[in-house]
């Protein structure tokens, strides 16, 4: 079932959302503990998923070149400014609809915007792997009960737009199989994983606070990785 993961993952935000409206006032180092233990688990994951590449200058290449177009068009700045004018027309009433807006909001962005849930989706659709959308969907769940414990239940509806474009994602890569060779979707696959794998060792030093990597603009990378494979397998 290729939207397994983009299920669990929405699933996970909905129930994370309802526990959090029943845990009020959660102590500070709680909160600091929990993110720290799942920034932990996310560097490990994205270990594991960059050392499964055969050809790691490749990888280093499309990750430079990423980074390269990323800061060029600025990824990071434009999402940025989305998630401000947003805010700016619903998070900052102080009714209670306004509380509902800026807990969905809030929620969408953290939930939407970051590499995980695309490299999530492309492995769901191209091989039926939901690994990496349950994992994001475990630490949604426990971001979820934080943030509807403090900005409401809006949080709840940021579970469909994820369901969206993360479905949307995993069901338009099925259709890249019709289209490709399987050699050379499989050498894609393998150094993709590998490049995703360095975005998400980034995320998870991200949660720990070791670092501020703008992993948005490394996104391209992934458009580069189809490129340099399309070469490779050619010539």
């Given at each position: ?13 909905i129930?994370?959302s ?6 009020k ?12 233990a799942i ?18 200058v ?5 990750l ?15 999402l ?9 027309k ?6 209670q609809?306004?509380?509902?807006a ?8 953290i ?8 490299l ?5 659709g ?12 475990i ?5 979820s ?5 403090t ?14 474009y ?16 399987a ?8 150094e ?10 980034a995320?998870g030093?991200?949660l ?10 490394l996104l391209p990378?992934?458009?580069?990785v ?9 010539f």
């Open positions: 079932m290729v939207l397994l993961g983009t299920f669990v993952n929405a699933i996970l935000i129930i994370g309802i526990i959090g409206r029943f845990l006032n959660i102590p500070e180092n709680m909160k600091q503990t929990v993110m720290n920034g932990i688990a996310v560097v490990v994951l994205g270990i594991q998923m960059g050392l499964k590449s055969n050809n790691f490749l990888v280093i290449i499309c430079v070149f990423g980074a390269v177009i990323g800061e060029w068009i600025d990824l990071d700045k434009w940025n400014r989305l998630g401000n004018y947003i805010e700016q619903f998070g900052s009433k102080k009714s609809g306004g509380s509902i800026q807990g969905f909001v809030t929620g969408t962005l939930f939407v915007i970051g590499a995980m849930g695309v999530g989706a492309l492995n769901s191209l091989q039926n792997d939901h690994e990496l959308l349950i994992s994001k969907g630490i949604d769940g426990f971001t009960i934080i943030l509807s414990a900005l409401g239940i809006g949080v709840i509806l940021s579970a469909i737009p994820v369901a969206v993360q479905g949307a994602i995993a069901l338009f890569a099925t259709q890249i199989t019709k289209l490709i060779p050699a050379a979707l499989d050498l894609f696959i393998q993709m994983t590998a490049t995703g794998g360095i975005m998400i060792i995320i030093m991200n720990l606070g070791l670092t501020k990597i703008r992993v948005a603009n990378s992934l458009v580069v189809a490129i340099g494979v399309t070469i490779i397998y050619n």
